[in-house]
T-cell receptor, first 110, second 115 residues
Framework: GENVEQHPSTLSVQEGDSAVIKCTYS??????FPWYKQELGKGPQLIID?????GEKKDQRIAVTLNKTAKHFSLHITETQPEDSAVYFC?????????FGAGTQVVVTP | NAGVMQNPRHLVRRRGQEARLRCSPM?????VYWYRQLPEEGLKFMVY????????ESGMPKERFSAEFPKEGPSILRIQQVVRGDSAAYFC?????????????FGQGTRLTVV
């Protein structure tokens, strides 16, 4: 089955700096890679996703990159703001079900 | 368009009781997924359902756990004879009907506490 690894587990950045989270996956059949943001006491919120036929996707301050050959994908957040503080999860999907990484606690300090 | 609705938000059960968690998917969505999240851990897949069908239950414990998604009404995750280790947040997600690997949207979760 699919195994998703996510690094780092915690990330502390100064407001305005960039944050990068990296994930690797094992199942070459995976072709959909979403990212979720989870705030304390809430459900995961889909923030961006990418499919295997695309190498990069950007939405305002958030971008994702995908390297299918190396089986890794990354989330980039530029110009971080305090409201970006949350836990971020990557996921990979081949047959509908999502397999999640362990999460990255991002703390943005003013 | 309301999002994925889960209820109750919080559920307390004594050991040995049954827990029933409900999930109403977004309008137009016919794929439902259940995930479990232990404190400060990631989301673990449990089961994937379509209307009246279980598509993938590879993440479901073999005993005490069951799930359904009837033709009418919400999806139900049922845990019989709960134990302390069942205490967790249970999240439901739904995705549209046009096939696999489309956007999945999560509810706010049900936090189950077994005392």
């Amino acid at each position: 089955g699919e195994n998703v690894e996510q690094h780092p587990s915690t990330l502390s950045v100064q407001e305005g700096d960039s944050a990068v989270i990296k994930c690797t996956y094992s199942d070459s059949a995976s072709n959909y890679f979403p990212w979720y943001k989870q705030e304390l006491g809430k459900g995961p919120q889909l923030i961006i996703d990418i499919r295997s036929n695309v190498g990069e996707k950007k939405d305002q301050r958030i971008a994702v990159t995908l390297n299918k050959t190396a089986k890794h994908f990354s989330l980039h957040i530029t110009e971080t703001q305090p409201e970006d503080s949350a836990v971020y999860f990557c996921a990979a999907s081949a047959w509908g079900k999502l397999q999640f990484g362990a999460g990255t606690q991002v703390v943005v300090t003013p | 368009n309301a999002g994925v609705m889960q209820n109750p938000r919080h559920l307390v059960r004594r050991r040995g009781q049954e827990a029933r968690l409900r999930c109403s998917p977004m309008k137009g969505h016919s794929h439902v997924y259940w995930y479990r999240q232990l404190p400060e851990e990631g989301l673990k897949f449990m089961v994937y359902l379509q209307k009246e069908n279980i598509i993938d239950e590879s993440g479901m414990p073999k005993e005490r756990f069951s799930a359904e998604f009837p033709k009418e009404g919400p999806s139900i995750l049922r845990i019989q004879q709960v134990v302390r280790g069942d205490s967790a947040a249970y999240f439901c997600a739904s995705s549209p009907a046009q096939g696999v690997n489309t956007e999945a949207f999560f509810g706010q979760g049900t936090r189950l506490t077994v005392v």
